[in-house]
């Protein structure tokens, strides 16, 4: 800290000193959840050193890329102001901002994308129709921490009133009043499940279906289609204030306006935009919140 002293003799005997404390910059934290962190910041530090040069002009005089293992642990560093901005899948990073007081400001537009959305699905020979016909049957859903094969489906369906039960034995009784699930393990094998009869029907991600029905002659079919949600999602730490929050807003929107900017995003996992959150998407995110903070405590509720 530098800091200016300054002396004034207003008597003979009274001399008063005034300390004026400079402002001191601090870094700026950005990172994300990761098993695999020397990955992570191998993909986060040409970014972060770009973005560094953006930052002339706010309270920051340079970048940290910082990893965190788990939610619980983004939380915590969330509450503390060990990070500023935190990456992620719009799922997880609603988690972690519910529970943490952070702000979700941004999406991103990963690998070229906007947003996506899962789909519950049958065989094309099947006599369900709608959701409405769910009732009393099987889903096969990947995992039940996945996103698009469980999650999104799970949450959308919820909030249209339906209630789930899980089945542990595929060849146990299905659930006559709920739409029972069973963990298939993999997207694959949930498509699998449903072709093979095993399950009725299916969660997965819109653009796996498609996939399967353009190289498969065994042809499935979408009965529900989830909201959109943002492909991945920027937020800010509750410490940041509101001033440095608009300032660092602005500087990530206009990235893309740059030849140098542009192609520093796209070195970062192919990202082209940052830009604001469609209304509709925050409206679903918000109803669904509370349901998904359920399902991330109890699994398999």
């Known amino acids: 800290m530098y800091i200016t002293l300054i002396r004034m003799v207003l008597a003979p005997l009274l001399t008063i000193f005034v300390m004026a404390a400079a402002v001191v910059a601090e870094p700026l934290r950005i990172g994300t959840i990761s098993d695999e962190p020397s990955n992570e910041i191998r993909d986060y530090v040409p970014f972060a050193t770009y973005l560094e040069g953006q930052l002339p002009g706010s309270s920051y005089d340079r970048v940290e890329v910082v990893m965190f293992p788990d939610v619980p642990q983004m939380v915590m560093a969330m509450k503390q102001g060990d990070i500023d901005i935190y990456i992620d899948s719009a799922l997880k990073s609603l988690v972690v901002n519910t529970k943490s007081g952070g702000k979700m400001v941004l999406r991103r537009w990963k690998r070229g994308v906007a947003q996506y959305r899962s789909v519950v699905f049958v065989r094309e020979d099947s006599d369900i129709q709608s959701v409405q016909d769910l009732t009393g049957k099987l889903v096969g859903v990947e995992d039940l921490y996945a996103t698009t094969g469980y999650l999104l489906p799970r949450l959308s369906l919820a909030d249209d009133g339906y209630v ?11 659930p006559t009043d709920k739409i029972g699930y069973a963990v298939s393990g993999d997207e694959d094998n949930t498509i699998e499940w449903v072709v093979r009869g095993r399950a009725e029907a299916g969660f997965s991600a819109e653009n796996d279906l ?32 509101d ?41 679903f995110m918000d109803r669904i919140q509370d349901e998904l903070q359920m399902l991330m405590a109890n699994p398999g509720t």
């Not at 206009?254 to 604001?276: I, P, Q, W, Y």
């Open 164 to 174: 789930f039960e899980q089945v542990q034995d595929l060849r146990a009784p299905r």
């Open 210 to 241: 498609i996939s399967h029905n353009k190289s498969s002659d065994q042809k499935l079919r979408a009965i529900h289609m989830t909201p959109y949600i943002p492909r991945n999602v920027v937020s800010f730490s509750p410490t940041v204030n």
């Open 243 to 283: 001033q440095d929050a608009a300032f660092l807003k602005t500087v990530f929107m206009s990235l893309g306006t740059s030849k140098d900017g542009l192609g520093v995003m796209m070195a970062f996992d192919g990202t082209v935009e940052f830009d604001e959150i469609p209304a509709e998407d925050r409206a």
